[in-house]
């Protein structure tokens, strides 16, 4: 079995052609959407395979498959699960996946609104949620990444970002949410909002936990800031839910979260592209200054 940390297009699509030949489904023009946490395939042009990294417990796919499933009869937008004539999760080397509809990309200029109201009704109808969820725990994919990245950068970089792990995990512990707590995303954003017949539904659930609606709101605000976009973007997006978080005392807070939990995705994905080390460097830079302001740019 690959480590995690191995992650590459190859590999992925080799696994991706196995899940295919699983499933009955054509492997030849498999196109690689994105490659991350995960690996998503178009298949056939009609269906999209997510092939979840190595290590992914065969519980947490099977969890976000009943996810789906319970969101569906609370009426909450989201993507439907393909039926199979095989059993999902798939799995190959290692690896599970699953199959999901194809759905169109959202507008970019009404997606943040879109994404602030999708969130209001996310939060409003799960309270009735059938699934049994783990409380959210922030700080736990960003110390798996630090722990597994232990060869691969300089131990001054790693220990400063060990620091501020630290740190944030005494400032978290302090924190006062004043959203009442309930079920959460755990990844909302924008990316992760697509169309069916021209509505928006929510894509995405392998986060999902018990937690602070607060950190929803985090990934839209960090990045208006982070990458450079359209304040107005976020206006669209705080008043669609109805709630301003960069308002909140604790939002500088859940800012340095999220950040720390970017760089360290980023540097786990050293080896995904052309500019993805440069980049890491001008994160690690914001790090060692800790700059507000400092401009990023996305993968």
């Known amino acids: 079995m690959m480590r995690p940390i191995d992650w590459t297009d190859v590999q992925a699509r080799s ?17 690689l959407l994105r490659l991350g946490s995960n690996a998503v395939f178009r ?7 997510r092939v979840m990294r ?15 499933r319970d969101f569906a009869r609370l009426g909450v937008p989201t993507v439907r699960l393909v039926a199979l004539p095989v059993d999902q999760p798939l799995q190959a080397d290692g690896c599970l996946g699953t199959v999901w509809e194809q ?21 409003e109808r799960t309270d009735d949620l059938a699934v049994r969820l783990e409380q959210w725990d922030p700080l736990d994919s960003a110390g ?8 691969s950068y300089p131990a001054a970089d790693l220990a400063m970002l060990r620091d501020w792990y630290q740190r944030v995990s005494d400032t978290l512990s302090r924190l006062h949410y004043v959203l009442p707590p309930g079920v959460i995303h755990g990844q909302a954003e924008v990316g992760n909002v697509l169309l069916r017949a021209g ?43 109805g709630f301003d978080v960069r308002a909140w005392d604790g939002y500088d807070t859940l800012r340095r979260l999220w950040e720390l939990r970017a760089t360290t995705w980023l540097m786990q994905n050293k080896s995904h592209g052309p500019g993805v ?18 401009r990023w740019s996305g993968f």
């Open 54 to 68: 190595p290590g992914t417990s065969d519980a947490a796919a099977q969890q976000e498959i009943a996810l789906v």
């Open 15 to 31: 696994t991706a052609v196995a899940m295919c030949h699983q499933a009955g489904l054509p492997s030849s023009e498999l196109e």
């Open 43 to 49: 298949v056939e042009k009609r269906f999209v395979l």
């Open 144 to 151: 798996q990444r630090l722990a597994e990245l232990d060869d």
């Open 277 to 294: 080390a440069e980049q890491i460097e001008v994160r690690l830079q914001t790090w060692r200054d800790d700059d507000p302001d400092a």
């Open 199 to 241: 509505q928006p539904v929510l894509i995405d659930f392998e986060r999902v936990a018990l937690g602070p609606p607060e950190w929803d709101l985090i990934d839209t605000a960090v990045t208006i800031t982070r990458f450079g976009r359209p304040e107005a973007r976020y206006r669209a997006f705080a008043d669609a839910y």
């Open 103 to 123: 759905l169109q990309p959202a507008d970019p200029e009404a997606v943040y609104r879109q994404l602030g109201e999708l969130l209001t009704t996310f939060h």
